[in-house]
């Protein structure tokens, strides 16, 4: 996932499910809200 004018580097873990505050986090370290996450899926 690229968002213009932003870079980040995240890891993702490798499994089926991601656990709800593992994404949460990965969202906040992405700069996006929950709402813009889930807008772009």
Do not use: Q
Not at 4 to 29: F, N, Q
Request: net charge positive.
């Amino acid at each position: 996932m690229v968002k213009a004018g932003e870079m980040a580097t995240l890891s993702v873990p490798d499994h089926r499910e991601v656990a709800k505050g593992t994404l949460r986090s990965l969202i906040r370290a992405a700069n996006l809200t929950v709402e813009g996450f889930a807008a772009v899926l």
